[in-house]
């Protein structure tokens, strides 16, 4: 697997920045999909709206379902900070915006009605565990991510392949704090596309200029190279 220098050292070279992670991961969904998005890099994804080739309906279980990109502070100022996602950001409203309680909110995610949710992540195992919300030692809510992770449709995790000192986030076995067990369809990282399959972690794509043994370095469990593997498109 490589020692820690290393692994430091691949890190060098050049990786997507997380609005490629974000766009890449995109490709994942379908035209009509309702889509709630995580805190933190998978929120850029409503500053993507509207694609060109599909409608999307972004879900935030604190009350809203049709909205778009991010507000600028001006905007956010003048609407007084009406419309707030799932990260507490003030979005811009979409036509045909419905507003709900957080209650109805969960309801829509318990009940299997969301087809994607798209979290970041801290570790990812081999089996799709997911640990997301806390460090060890660090003071931390875990918000409605258990939610999310057990009763969207698709998981998908977008998060740097590694941490900056070169440790791996994709293990054998998670060792934070869970916030689901198998609960991961896909990882998209900086370097990587990998499905979670029944057989282990299978890799379907890596980053311009990357190849299978990089990308195998910097995770700790075996991968499976797909037969057709190729370059992330953006």
């Given amino acids: 697997m490589g020692d820690n220098d290393t692994r430091k050292g691949l890190l060098s070279k050049k990786r997507l920045d997380e609005k490629g992670i974000i ?71 979409l036509p045909g915006l419905c507003i709900f309680n957080m209650e109805e909110g969960f309801d829509m995610i318990r009940s299997g009605k969301v087809d994607w949710t798209i979290l970041g992540g801290l570790q990812v195992s081999e089996k799709g565990d997911l640990a997301n919300w806390r460090s060890p030692g660090v003071l931390s809510s875990i918000g409605g991510a258990m939610d999310l992770a057990v009763g969207a449709k698709n998981v998908m995790v977008c998060m740097m392949h590694c941490t900056p000192k070169g440790e791996f986030k994709i293990v054998k076995e998670c060792s934070f704090d869970l916030t689901a067990k198998g609960c991961v369809d896909i990882i998209v990282t900086d370097i990587a596309v990998i499905y979670v399959t029944e057989k282990g972690l299978l890799l379907r794509e890596v980053a311009p200029g990357w190849t299978s ?11 499976i190279i797909s037969s057709d593997l190729k370059e992330i498109d953006l």
């Fill in 213 to 223: 043994e990089d990308v195998q370095t910097l995770t700790e469990p075996k991968l």
């Fill in 23 to 93: 766009a890449r991961a995109s490709k994942e969904l379908k035209d009509g999909q309702y889509v709630n998005l995580g805190f933190g890099m998978p929120t850029l994804l409503s500053n993507m709206l509207p694609f060109p080739d599909k409608t999307l309906i972004l879900q935030a279980e604190t009350g809203l379902l049709n909205y778009g990109r991010m507000a600028t502070k001006e905007e956010a100022e003048e609407a007084k900070y009406k419309y707030i996602d799932g990260s507490g950001m003030a979005v811009i409203p």
